[in-house]
RNA sequence: GGGCGAUUAGCUCAGUGGUUAGAGCGCUCGCUUCACACGCGAGAGGUCCAAGGUUCAAGUCCUUGAUCGCCCACCA
């Protein structure tokens, strides 16, 4: 029966046929009740067409080659629904967005806001963005219908309640980061920072009854305008005298006192520095340390405030430059010195960072950090690569207190009420009904809202339905292994560490692969709201999701990040079409067999496909399928070991060769007139041992390219109720198969033939005349080697006969390609490009005299000899004896030339 | 300022101390061979950034330097 193999391989409609399917099927879909171990991961719906993650696009390649590698060898393989997080940043792409036109998202108040989201997520959909808006369907986003899902809620709630009641949860009045874009405060994490071309400004600041004045220097000297001390350093002779005096701040005409503090730099600037609590970290220390006043001279949207006196309503930037100017004028600038120095930005929409004095809620990380700290010391999670605890250690001794309120529209509220009374704050899991102090019913919510990071923190055991004892978080918490972008390990890898500490007392998982992640050819991070790199979905969408996952995998090596190129894509693209090729090969001349008599593919594939050895026909299995069986084998062992090791390129790279180079290239071309041989049980025989090899190459290819192999596998004959090629076996490795001996002789075979192959090119011979060729074996064994498969030589390197002769040949008559093994001679009347032939000898031997020089060097070292292990003594020892019998036929041939 | 990584063929990159350093693309030559021109066959192309060092042996380990990149960082 003919086989339903279009002849064009179009990868769109094999992959949008089989994700439907999939996620119909669901297959990785946790089950609490399956056997087997569990292996846990970050997991993207089943459903993507394009299975890329667009922040961390090698998410939802790497994991889905690790799960389905894995759920072939009957891991019952785990996927969890995402968090709140893929829902959030829905937001924050229109925020940006909005940003780039200038607008302020508050600014277009509530409604319009919402509709320009519900816009964009239309917009968007049928995009890579289409799997985070299906994550973030399940979370209301605006703050008052906010309800993510009622169990991650409840977790949320519970895990802040519990960390308030423990005292690591407060609320206090500190320096934060301050978006004027967002009006929102934001983490130190969510900073970025850029060294941007600045000014240092020196101001005089004259000192109140003498004639001397003091010069700061300020990058910000619009901040002036919040000043309410100078600093000097304690032991800085220049400025003893003055400790304790005031100076007039110009503009203000504010007095205000001169002060000693240890964290004044005396090299830096003038020594003397303005003191500005409310507007700067290191002022707001020192302001603490001498009770100084706060000023705030901006608004929210850094404006200026009413603080700032005659500045107010101006932009920030605009004051700042009102601000010189005025100074200037009051001859007060003492000079504008070019500097460089590095301005936090908002992560999210670019904005430079105000640090500004707020009130905000804070966790107190240290005694979170230490026993995530241990953790990773003892072993208990493993980091990977390991140059990544480095940073992780470094990170966790030096943290700093997170501060988790924002003041924006979306986002989980904090479960925190205000007595409107007497002030008292309540923190609970239910809203209360009256204060706890003073029994007074009028209370209010917190307006604030957690950053996101917060509820993912808890990812691992929010999801299986943590604070209660459920069957799904027995079985599936700590999990095994955890694989995401090595960027993100601060932001969430860390904080899911700390809480699932801190809340469960176990680790959320053993062990941690950080992969690498794309960037564009400038360096820049491939990320869905800056729009930058190589899109995606558009590369999926020309050269196929498979050839896209494959170019990755290939790409992946640890350690490096990965710019990715079209070319690139275009070679797996390539290979993608190869693998439909050898199958649409394979299934049309079944259909050729079939007609002429032969049994049908179900007879055929009845055989054990899954045996991984050779079919024998009868007494002696042919000595390719021995070699294409040990192959597999080969690459068997070595992709199982690279998947193991999260070595994704070298198992790319093995699959490839394997399918390409072995099976395409040499075994498919040395048993095609196998497949249709007279002989009715040698056919039979290769065609089980052909479809037993590709079955398992497509098992092996699996991962790698899920759409294409899954489309193929489902041509062959599978057992009944069989589903998908996914819930099938991955090949197992099994390195006792491997026929070394068959390798070493089809390896001789091949040279025989690319000698034979070369002769023709190089002389420029007729390619399709059928040429008498002549062959010196150095052994015994070579020949009957070579005897065996005459007929597929003959064919293969396009000879009319090959005969076996002693060695030298005339090099005049024809032309000689030699190796340690065999000397192959062609004959042929043309003339012979004599000094072609010559340079190249001479360039061979060239080679070999350094290559013999060496070795002989080594061997005489009697120190070599000594400590050097035996295998390389001895390897080298044949090595050289090799060199030397072809650097003794080559000279020969030389010779010849010569004696012309 | 601190940390990490990179430097290998024209390009993008692999390379686990050991015997002639590999791949893909590109390039050259030849093939419309009935699976595939997204292909087949045959080739060319590399002082492995530099200088020292360790070692019997270095692309691989160490030191220093150069160049590029990334991350972290409250010096105004």
Same mark, same amino acid.
């Given at each position: 029966m003919p086989r339903e193999i279009p002849k064009a391989y179009e990868p769109q409609q094999i992959e949008q046929k089989w994700a439907k399917s999939w996620a119909e099927e669901k297959l990785f879909r946790a089950d609490v009740n399956a056997p087997g171990p569990v292996f846990s991961i970050v997991i993207p719906p089943p459903n993507v067409t394009g299975s890329l993650h667009i922040g961390h696009m090698l998410d939802h390649t790497e994991i889905d080659i690790l799960t389905r590698w894995r759920r072939m060898q009957g891991y019952n393989t785990l996927y969890l629904p995402g968090t709140d997080h893929a829902g959030i940043s829905t937001q924050r792409v229109v925020v940006r967005q909005l940003a780039a036109k200038g607008i302020n998202y508050r600014d277009l108040g509530r409604e319009a806001f919402e509709k320009k989201v519900w816009e964009w997520k239309a917009e968007s959909g049928g995009t890579i963005t289409k799997q985070m808006l299906q994550l973030g369907e399940s979370c209301d986003w605006t703050r008052e219908k906010f309800t993510l899902s009622p169990e991650l809620s409840r977790a949320v709630t519970e895990v802040f309640v519990r960390l308030y009641e423990d005292g690591l949860i407060y609320r206090g009045h500190y320096i934060v980061n301050w978006c004027p874009q967002c009006r929102t405060a934001i983490s130190d994490l969510e900073t970025v920072h850029e060294e941007r071309q600045g000014h240092l400004w020196h101001i005089r600041y004259p000192i109140v009854g003498t004639n001397e004045s003091v010069v700061v220097a300020t990058t910000r000297p619009e901040t002036m305008l919040g000043d309410t001390a100078v600093a000097v350093h304690p032991s800085d002779e220049r400025y003893q005298h003055l400790i304790g005096k005031r100076v007039m701040l110009p503009l203000v005409n504010r007095e205000i006192p001169i002060v000693d503090d240890f964290v004044v730099d005396r090299e830096f600037g003038? !020594?003397?520095? /303005?003191?500005?609590p409310a507007h700067d970290p290191n002022d707001f220390e020192i302001g603490r340390r001498h009770n100084l006043p706060e000023i705030d001279v901006m608004t929210d949207d850094a404006k200026m405030s009413a603080a700032a006196g005659p500045y107010a309503g101006l932009d920030r930037f605009e004051a700042r430059k009102r601000v010189v100017a005025d100074l200037e004028a009051a001859g007060l @600038?003492?000079?504008?010195?070019?500097?460089?120095?590095?301005?936090g930005t908002c992560d999210r929409c670019g904005t430079i960072i105000e640090p500004r004095a707020s009130t905000q809620w804070f966790v107190k990380m240290k005694p979170l950090a230490e026993p995530a700290i241990a953790a990773v010391e003892r072993g208990d999670i493993e980091l990977l690569p390991d140059n990544r605890r480095t940073e992780y250690f470094e990170w966790m001794r030096n943290i700093r207190d997170w501060c988790i309120s924002r003041q924006l529209w979306w986002g989980h509220r904090i479960p925190a009420w205000t007595c409107g009374d007497c002030k008292e704050i309540i923190v609970a899991r239910q809203a209360p009904t009256a204060c706890t102090k003073c029994g007074l019913?009028?209370?209010?919510?917190?307006?604030?809202?957690l950053e996101t990071w917060f509820s993912s923190a808890l990812w691992p055991f929010s999801t299986m339905g943590w604070p209660d004892d459920t069957p799904d978080y027995r079985k599936y918490y700590p999990t095994t292994l955890l694989i995401t972008a090595y960027d993100i390990l601060f932001f969430w890898v860390a904080r899911m560490i700390m809480m699932g500490l801190k809340f469960t007392g176990q680790v959320p998982f053993k062990q941690v692969w950080m992969h690498s992640i794309v960037r564009n050819a400038d360096g820049q991070k491939m990320s869905k709201s800056k729009g930058t790199g190589i899109d995606p979905v558009e590369m999926n969408e020309k050269f196929g999701t498979d050839a896209m996952r494959f170019t990755l995998a290939s790409m992946a090596a640890p350690g490096t990040d990965i710019i990715l190129t079209e070319d690139r894509?275009?070679?797996?693209?390539?290979?993608?079409?190869k693998i439909w090729n050898a199958a649409r090969f394979v299934f049309m001349n079944l259909d050729k067999y079939e007609t002429a008599g032969g049994e049908t593919l179900e007879v055929l594939a009845a055989a054990d496909t899954r045996a991984a050895a050779p079919y024998a026909a009868g007494a002696e299995i042919p000595l390719i399928d021995r070699w294409i069986f040990s192959r597999l084998a080969r690459a068997t062992a070595q992709v199982n070991d690279a998947l193991e090791h999260f070595r994704f390129h070298e198992a790319a790279h093995v699959v490839y060769h394997f399918f390409w180079g072995d099976f395409c290239d040499w075994y498919i071309e040395w048993v095609k007139p196998e497949l249709v041989s007279e002989d009715r049980v040698k056919a039979a025989a290769t065609w089980k041992n052909l479809f037993s090899a590709f079955e398992s190459a497509l098992r092996l290819l699996h991962p790698f390219m899920p759409f294409l192999t899954e489309e193929l596998w489902h041509q062959l004959p599978q057992r009944d109720g069989a589903r998908s090629i996914a819930l099938d076996k991955f090949p197992e490795a099994h390195a006792e198969r491997i026929d070394t001996l068959a390798e070493e002789q089809v390896a001789l075979l091949q040279e025989i033939m690319t000698a034979a192959r070369n002769i023709r090119a190089e002389?420029?011979?007729?390619?399709?005349? /059928?040429?008498?060729?002549? @062959?010196?074996?150095?052994a015994p064994a070579v020949q009957s080697t070579v005897e065996r498969s005459l007929d597929t030589i003959l064919r293969l390197a396009n000879l009319s006969s090959l005969s076996f002769s002693k060695p030298p040949f005339d090099s005049t008559k024809g032309v000689v390609r030699s190796n340690k093994d065999f000397e192959l001679f062609i004959a042929f009347d043309a003339a012979i490009d004599i000094p072609a032939e010559v340079a190249r000898l001479r360039k061979e031997l060239d080679r070999l005299t350094k290559d013999i020089a060496s070795k002989d060097a080594r061997l005489k070292d009697e120190t070599f000899r000594s400590k050097a292990p035996e295998n390389i003594v001895k !390897?080298?020892?044949?090595? @050289?004896?090799?060199?030397?019998?072809?650097? !003794?036929?080559?000279?020969?041939? @030389?010779?010849?030339?010569e004696r012309l």
């Open positions: 003038t !020594g003397a520095v /303005k003191v500005t @600038l003492v000079k504008i010195a070019d500097h460089t120095h590095a301005v019913t009028h209370l209010t919510q917190d307006p604030d809202v894509i275009l070679s797996y693209r390539a290979f993608a079409n002389m420029k011979l007729d390619p399709k005349a /059928k040429l008498p060729a002549q @062959l010196g074996p150095a !390897g080298m020892e044949a090595t @050289l004896a090799e060199r030397r019998t072809e650097f !003794g036929k080559l000279e020969e041939r @030389l010779a010849q030339f």
